[in-house]
């Protein structure tokens, strides 16, 4: 279930941000969302079948003394996040990657995750003006704080200057 809050500075839904808008050192809050337990299993059976994601009894008997969601599904949480509510379908020109992906702790049914970036790097592009790179260090936390996933992403952005261009 996500957790929706209008109240978030520059994470608005009603966005339309370009690479001017990314400020290198801001950190912003992008929402919340609760894990679904029936859709983490549905999930793993599908894309990551391991009985620490599928099978309750072998979970349960296994080191995480239960079920524990995929970290494919923890980074598809990130996503949804980061896709609403820091890109912009007006600017987001893609993505060459991501680095640094780190599991950190495990994440289990009812965690209520929250997704916090910080803007690292805001770089305009040399040979091609009309956009740039934005380099965001990612963060997903639980409800204890604790940082259950990190990654550090690309993305181009295009700039509001080469909108019209």
Same mark, same amino acid.
């Given at each position: 279930?996500? #957790?929706?809050?209008?109240?978030? @500075? ?9 690479? $001017?808008?990314?400020?290198? %050192?801001?950190?912003? +809050?992008?929402?919340? #969302?609760? +894990?679904? =337990?029936?859709?983490?299993? $549905? ?12 099978? $309750?009894?072998?979970?349960?008997? %296994?080191?995480?003394? %239960?079920?524990?969601? *995929? =970290?494919?599904? /923890? =980074?598809?949480?990130?996503?949804? !996040?980061?896709? /609403?509510?820091? !890109? *912009? ?7 060459? %990657? ?7 702790? @495990?994440?289990? @049914? =009812?965690? #209520? ?11 305009? *592009?040399?040979?091609? @003006? ?9 963060? &997903? &936390?639980?409800?204890?704080? +604790? ?19």
């Amino acid at each position: 279930m996500i #957790i929706e809050n209008k109240d978030l @500075p520059f994470t608005s839904l009603e966005r339309e941000r370009y690479l $001017e808008d990314y400020t290198e %050192g801001a950190v912003y +809050v992008l929402g919340e #969302i609760e +894990v679904d =337990g029936k859709e983490m299993v $549905e999930f793993a059976k599908r894309f990551d079948p391991q009985d620490m994601h599928v099978n $309750e009894a072998k979970a349960k008997a %296994g080191p995480f003394k %239960g079920l524990i969601a *995929s =970290g494919w599904f /923890t =980074g598809s949480i990130f996503m949804r !996040l980061f896709a /609403t509510h820091y !890109l *912009s379908n007006a600017s987001s020109m893609a993505s060459p %990657g991501f680095d640094d992906l780190k599991w950190n702790a @495990p994440v289990r @049914p =009812g965690d #209520i995750l929250k997704g916090q970036v910080t803007i690292n790097e805001v770089k305009r *592009s040399k040979s091609k @003006p009309d956009r740039g790179v934005v380099k965001t260090f990612c963060e &997903i &936390i639980n409800q204890d704080e +604790v940082v259950v996933m990190s990654i550090r992403a690309v993305n181009m952005i295009a700039s509001r200057s080469g909108k019209d261009n």
